[in-house]
């Protein structure tokens, strides 16, 4: 077996693999026999079959597949024991393989396309700047928070007379049918044009309307009806509303009912208490806003501080072929450069960890998946109350989706080590910025 490689620059490259006979045949006339003594051909006992017989039959077939075998460790042990840094995967080139004539042919010569990492500098230390932005507690962000909670812990009322805002329970019934959909429509839900159709409403009313010019999106329609999505896009024409009921939320107020149902039976027994209590929540909460501001923007600044050379033709002939006709050339043409960001900074995560020897071990990938049971679950105080169980949960979670969940979790917690490698090493300013501000800096790409 012969292998050589031809760059065509720093990126790309070929690999060219030529077998004779002594690379293949051997392995070749050893599967033949195993198939004598299995087969089961008419005329013969069932371990007697001549290999004459079980040559003609499969003997072909046995070849490619061989072959295949002997191409795939070749490769795979050359680009190991050549240390080539290789993105994708090798792609095998049409013109070497599309004139072979497998009946008389022994010498064969295969050739691959590869794209290479380029070797780049990476700089993480002081001399890089980054800034963390944190939100300001101020009194509007103090008011949005409270106004959620009022709302989310209100109490539900029937007034007499539908406003805006309200939502209508009642029953649906199309012109010409008696067939009838019990549902809730909520005016919130709506244009403020069709909404007014409904204001002024009370139980026992009917309210007749075009049901598509209304509720406009099959989602919606479904959802009021109470009917399978598949079954909205052919809903049309008038239906008609009776009111049964007409409900409202009342936001709570700020009293010692309040403060137990958000903090527990006397925690909170002040307002001066309720106001502090808040801020820190939202000081916590938005915690973690920033910080995962500051990891995007980690990640933008290596990605584009960091020179590095892709494959470019390389990469998205690669993805048109992995992706078996899902995608077309002009989608991957137009998601090109997403992908080329996430693949550069695969690469300098990778890059870090290794020169920095960061590694993940067992107990960081249990401890990791804690953290995602917990969340999944609706807080730390599950995994107490599991007790002993939890390891059972975790093996269980780390075994899921064919083992995916492990290698997830594995990638998780490098990219987590590896943000804390750079936040140590970089220099990072804190500022700090309105709600609105941070809002509109995070929705930057």
């Given at each position: 077996?012969?292998i ?7 990126t ?5 693999v ?16 195993e ?6 051909v008419?005329g013969?006992?069932?371990g ?16 490619v597949?061989?072959i ?9 042990n ?6 080539l840094?290789?993105?994708?995967e090798?792609i ?5 393989t599309?004139?072979?004539?497998w ?11 590869i794209?290479?990492v380029d ?14 932005y ?10 949005e928070?409270?106004d959620?909670l ?13 406003e805006?805002g ?8 199309a012109?010409g ?11 919130n ?18 309210i007749?309307f075009?049901?598509?010019?209304t509720l ?18 052919a809903v049309?024409?008038?239906y008609t509303?009776?009111?049964k ?22 925690v909170?027994?002040?307002t001066?208490?309720f106001?502090?209590?808040?801020e820190?929540s939202?000081?916590?909460n ?9 990891e995007?923007d ?17 990469l ?10 899902k ?10 450069d997403?992908?080329l ?7 300098i995560r ?6 920095n020897?960061i ?9 990791k998946?804690?953290v ?9 105080g599950?995994l ?6 939890v390891?059972?949960?975790v ?8 083992g995916?969940n492990y290698?997830?979790?594995v ?6 080590k590896?943000y ?5 090493n970089v220099?990072?300013?804190s ?7 941070f809002?509109k ?5």
């Amino acid at each position: 077996m012969e292998i050589n490689l031809e760059k065509r620059n720093t990126t790309e490259a070929f690999i060219k693999v030529s077998l004779k006979p002594e690379d293949y045949q051997p392995k070749v006339e050893q599967k033949i026999k195993e198939y004598a003594k299995k087969a089961e051909v008419k005329g013969f006992r069932k371990g007697k079959v001549p290999t004459s017989v079980i040559n003609k039959m499969y003997g072909k077939s046995i070849l490619v597949d061989e072959i295949n075998h002997v191409l795939h460790h070749s490769l795979d042990n050359y680009i190991k024991e050549e240390k080539l840094k290789i993105i994708g995967e090798p792609i095998p080139r049409q013109e070497s393989t599309q004139n072979i004539d497998w009946d008389t042919q022994t010498e064969f010569d295969f050739e691959y396309h590869i794209g290479l990492v380029d070797d780049f500098k990476l700089d993480v230390s002081k001399k890089q700047k980054i800034t963390k932005y944190e939100i300001k507690v101020d009194a509007k962000v103090k008011k949005e928070t409270i106004d959620n909670l009022k709302e989310q812990y209100g109490n539900m009322t029937n007034p007499e007379v539908c406003e805006d805002g309200d939502s209508l329970f009642g029953s649906f019934i199309a012109e010409g049918s008696e067939e009838e959909h019990k549902g809730l429509l909520e005016l919130n839900m709506l244009d403020k044009k069709e909404a007014k159709l409904f204001i002024g409403a009370k139980p026992g009313d009917s309210i007749t309307f075009d049901i598509r010019k209304t509720l406009q999106a099959d989602t919606l329609i479904a959802q009021v009806l109470g009917i399978d999505i598949k079954e909205a896009p052919a809903v049309n024409g008038n239906y008609t509303l009776q009111v049964k009921n007409i409900n409202r939320k009342v936001p709570a107020e700020i009293n010692q009912e309040f403060f137990d149902r958000l903090f527990g039976k006397d925690v909170v027994k002040s307002t001066e208490e309720f106001n502090r209590k808040i801020e820190e929540s939202i000081t916590a909460n938005y915690a973690k806003e920033s910080d995962w501001l500051l990891e995007r923007d980690i990640r933008k600044h290596f990605t584009e501080k960091t020179k590095i050379t892709t494959p470019d033709d390389f990469l998205k002939d690669w993805l048109f072929l992995t992706n078996g006709g899902k995608v077309t050339k002009a989608q991957i043409e137009n998601e090109f450069d997403l992908y080329l960001q996430d693949l550069k900074w695969s690469l300098i995560r990778n890059r870090i960890a290794e020169d920095n020897k960061i590694q993940v071990d067992q107990q960081d990938i249990t401890e990791k998946t804690k953290v995602i049971l917990a969340e999944q679950f609706g807080g730390p105080g599950i995994l107490a109350q599991l007790g002993d169980r939890v390891d059972e949960f975790v093996k269980t979670y780390l075994e899921g989706n064919d083992g995916q969940n492990y290698q997830n979790v594995v990638h998780q917690v490098l990219a987590d080590k590896v943000y804390a490698f750079i936040k140590e090493n970089v220099t990072i300013s804190s500022k700090k910025v309105s709600l609105d501000e941070f809002r509109k800096l995070a929705e930057k790409a």
